[in-house]
DNA sequence: TCATAGGCTGCACACGTTTTCAAAAGCTGG
DNA sequence: CCAGCTTTTGAAAACGTGTGCAGCCTATGA
């Protein structure tokens, strides 16, 4: 190891460690031509000072932990660089644990995060089983939640308006004059699921369009469920004009087979998306899809919990709001 | 903050501070009902050990920094994802940072490193900058490369076989009878591309073919620029029957364009990538690639990492090989 | 009953910082 | 030349844990 300490300094430069201390710090206590050469010596001895022992006394790690279900994820990914950036430009760093949606594991993170003494925790799971909940807010530390459900049980988070945005879908598509809509959600019960699901009903309310629980068919966020979910609607008869699904992945899986079954999007069917993945711009037809300010909302949440860690108490929860993008996957019904 | 110390359980246990740290460790020193006792009080009055303040005095923090390009890239992402598992299955936290492949961030996150004093760190960035490296091996810390330029000047790494994959890819073109076979690369210059690059070279030369200049050209290893890579492909006279791609992103672009021209994959022009990442499986057609193992990779150098940290002293380099995933792309010239 | 060994426990120091407090040194003005 | 003030420095405690060492207690055997 042998690295150098603030003693070692203190004793080549002929001072006490509290002066070398000082000096790194800019403080004013002391003599300017000191703190010079202290800074020199510092420099020459390739000097880095230790967080863990200044966190030990400061009782701040300059630290927070960001749990996610699986990094693998491109949504989450996009997510988490947001917040490494802001994190970073503040001098913090940041600890990263997959939880995949593994209740014990998901303890164990807690746990760990708790024991490394984070000032801070960043979530973005889908769901926070109650139990999990408990051991978070057991640790009295700032917690920001991004996207997730049962909001109001925490305190702090910030959100994206899904009803708000799938009813921008929704209109879309009947703007364009379809009005045999089908949604392909994502596992029944799922928050986000059941908000854009709303926004869906809400747009065919509003457009006087009766509601057929024919047309809503549940996959579990993925392709291969996109994939059956879509196979049974086309078992329908007459099959939807125009598909909204929960997200990209699933519209994916919708995609193919539509395509496997010798259809065209959008010619014969209508698709629309939700997220706006990297890939959504690059399916075949491009994907008209909602985009999710991803980045951005990593960057928000960082940004609220600073606030919070500098104390400031601000706003419950964050409200983003999504945008429609219209690509090649959605045109008029034949 | 009233996180409950060593001392604290001590004072209501009416023991000394050491014999709870005895008991916390299952040590044979402590009576076995004191050490009970103590547990169960540890345990009553939610006690979380301190990482930090142990790191301090074990010279230990049992944490890794991993330094990234970018976590939004999938491929990384996967490789991470890797790590993360295997890094937590042993006690270590990981942190992650992003580099941008800016050096400046490059230094400050290394700098950052250093003072948290991580036991070790893994690097996947497509190429470190001398200065970067001198930063790094300053610190006296196992470092594990991944996929990284240049693995010679460190000492530890696992590296993918491109040559070997390569050849593999460009074989299967071959087979499948193409004659006229295009390459379009990374930027000129990085190693990886070197190695793919020779690998297609020895394909065509063991196959009796010519190499021809006309047919390499180069991209980034993104989407925009591989669609330029294919328009300048397909301005040739005769245009190519087949393009091996540097990586999945650029054969996306490129699948875009030839799209665009009216013409079809496989049909007119077979492709093929390299990485397998999720959506090559769902593309228009499927894409034919080389699947790096990256999940494995990841865990594989964190297994070395761990190896390195107890002090065992291991192979220089792990090499593995790359596997052709053969979907729908690629197909017999007309 | 006493010496002794072995099982338990506490004392004290260490890890590398930050920070309070006291004291030394330097300076000013009379 | 000295009182009193300001600037600069050092000593010491604290943060929470691990651990070597000394010493206590108890049981055992003579």
């Known amino acids: 190891m042998s690295s150098v300490s603030i003693k070692d300094i203190a004793r080549v430069a002929k001072v006490s460690h ?100 984070v000032d801070g925790i960043l979530v973005t799971a889908s769901r926070v089983g109650a139990l999990y909940m408990d051991h978070l807010s057991e640790m009295k530390v700032p917690i920001v939640l991004i996207n997730n459900q049962h909001p109001g049980e925490f305190v702090h988070s910030v959100m994206i308006d899904n009803v708000t945005a799938s009813r921008a879908a929704t209109d879309h598509l ?32 509003r457009a006087g369009l009766t509601f057929q629980p024919e047309l809503v068919v549940h996959g579990d966020g993925k392709p291969e469920e996109g994939m059956r979910a879509m196979e049974r609607l086309l078992a329908l008869s007459p099959p939807p004009t125009a598909v909204f699904c929960y997200n990209d992945m699933t519209a994916l899986g919708a995609l193919r087979v539509i395509r496997m079954r010798g259809l065209h999007v959008p010619e014969d069917i209508s698709l629309v998306g939700f997220d706006d993945l990297f890939i959504a711009s690059y399916t075949e037809p491009p994907l008209t899809t909602i985009r999710q300010p991803k980045r951005q909302m990593g960057r928000r949440a960082m940004e609220l919990l600073l606030q919070l860690l500098r104390g400031e108490n601000s706003q419950q929860t964050i409200w983003m709001q999504g945008e429609l993008i219209i690509r090649h996957s959605t045109a008029p019904p034949r």
Do not use: W
Not at 29 to 57: D, F, H, K, N, W
Not at 62 to 81: C, L, M, N, R, W
Not at 174 to 203: C, K, N, V
């Open 18 to 117: 509290s002066t070398v201390s000082r000096a790194l710090h800019n403080s004013p206590l002391v003599r300017r031509e000191t703190a010079e050469r202290i800074r020199r010596i510092a420099e020459e001895m390739g000097y880095r000072p230790s967080a863990v022992a200044r966190s030990l006394v400061t009782r701040k790690t300059k630290t927070i932990g960001v749990v996610v279900t699986t990094i693998a994820d491109p949504f989450i990914a996009e997510v988490v660089s947001g917040i490494e950036e802001v994190a970073n430009d503040h001098g913090y760093s940041v600890f990263l644990a997959n939880s995949n949606a593994d209740p014990d594991r998901e303890i164990k993170v807690v746990h760990s995060f708790h024991e490394r003494r």
């Open 174 to 205: 009947i703007q364009l004059g379809h009005r045999r809509i089908a949604y392909i959600g994502d596992q029944f019960g799922y928050q986000s699921d059941t908000e854009r699901f709303a926004g869906y009903r809400q747009a065919l309310e």
